[in-house]
């Protein structure tokens, strides 16, 4: 019997959304306000969703505390309140929209939940988000 059991967090975080290669005018065109050289922040809720068979001694697919506790620890600790750009390794040479963000939280988890299959569910507003599943 496999459910999948889910996790809601959220963090803030700024951005610019740029290529290097390209002038001001070409990124504007782009990425649209996103582009602007001087950041902005968005309010990111993310929907963490675990996968897998129900261990029939506990009950649970997961534990959802330990879930939490490794969504604190490796999403927000690492994100919530930076300059995604500046701050955060992962973007050093990666442009962070909301697509290569829920790569990078995806890859962070992964590691920690080998035998279950992960959904990332990320908004960047409350109109727009994706969804990776590996
Ligand atoms: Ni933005």
Redesign the pocket.
Known sequence: MKLKVSRKAHFNAA?R?YKKQWDDAKNLEVFG??SNPNF?G?NYELIVSVTGEVDPETGFVIDLKVLKQLVQREIEEHLDHKNLNIEVEEFKHLNPTVENIAVVIYNRLKPHLKYFELEIVLY?TPRNFVTYKG
């Open positions: 951005h959304l306000k996103c902005h968005h960047e």
